[in-house]
């Protein structure tokens, strides 16, 4: 089994044979949690595209271990970059949906408060909300043994995300957008030779308005479907995110 990964702000510039201290949650979660003990295996990662593997030589207490590194890592920034739009679910579908993400491998997830979404983002709840999608792709991130978690922004308006897509169109890239009623498949509208970054949209419960799909696609977006199958907000935005990668060398 792969070794476990906990967060560790200091591994950047960390050198083999050097002894690193993991203390504070992610030192009670290694020490308590997962029960680690001398001579076993662990990753230490800042979230950045740093890690170091380690082994552990010494544990104090309930929350504070000593780990010597046994190599050091570095993940790439990813190329292309891929980003999922990701309208604002109910309930809490939403960390379902970051969960998932994060796991294949998504770089960038950006919440969209569309027109028809049930549920808002305001004031303190939206400020709980995007708290929850950052730690769960935290520790999403963690699980899937990644060293670079996928950054998660502010929510964003329509107006913003048409923004985001006429930056990444200008950047060389690829905008779609998922639409049931859309006659192009979205595997026959990727170019795998492209290597700008990809945007992918997913609407709400209700659908995307009109009005906003007539903006995104102002941007630079073309509507896509996935399938036959109507997928849930929540399960389409990894489903597509899958297809995208398989056709890019960051999953060759």
């Known amino acids: 089994m792969t070794a476990p990964l906990f967060v560790h702000g200091a591994v950047a510039?960390?050198?083999?044979g050097e002894e690193l201290w993991l203390e504070g949650p992610e030192g009670r979660h290694a020490v308590s949690v997962k029960r680690l003990r001398i001579g076993e295996e662990l990753?230490?990662?800042?979230?950045?595209g740093h890690g170091v593997a380690g082994e552990v030589v010494a544990v104090e207490g309930r929350d504070r271990l000593r780990a010597v590194v046994t190599a050091v890592r570095r993940e790439p920034v990813p190329e292309p970059p891929v980003t999922v739009v990701q309208a604002l679910p109910k309930g809490d579908r939403g960390e379902v949906a970051v969960e998932t993400l994060t796991e294949t491998g998504v770089d960038t997830i950006v919440p969209w408060q569309a027109a028809r979404c049930v549920t808002r983002w305001r004031a303190e709840r939206g400020e709980k909300a995007l708290t929850k999608w950052r730690n769960?792709?935290?520790?999403a991130g963690k699980q899937s043994r990644r060293l670079r978690f996928p950054e998660v922004t502010g929510a964003h308006t329509t107006e913003g995300v048409a923004a985001l897509i006429a930056g990444a169109i200008a950047a060389g890239g690829t905008a779609l957008v998922l639409h049931e009623s859309a006659s192009v498949p979205l595997v026959r509208a990727l170019d795998p030779t492209t290597g700008g970054?990809?945007?992918?949209?997913?609407?709400p419960e209700g659908g995307i308005a009109p009005e906003e799909l007539t903006a995104l696609g102002e941007a630079g977006a073309r509507p896509v479907r996935l399938g036959p199958a109507v997928l849930r907000t929540s399960t389409a935005g990894t489903v597509a995110a899958a297809v995208v990668l398989s056709?890019?060398?960051?999953w060759a």
Request: zero cysteines; glycine letters at 12%; hydrophobic letters at 45%.
């Open 13 to 16: 510039g960390a050198r083999t």
């Open 43 to 48: 990753i230490l990662a800042d979230g950045l």
């Open 136 to 139: 769960t792709a935290r520790e």
């Open 197 to 203: 970054p990809v945007v992918l949209v997913v609407g």
């Open 247 to 250: 056709r890019t060398p960051r």
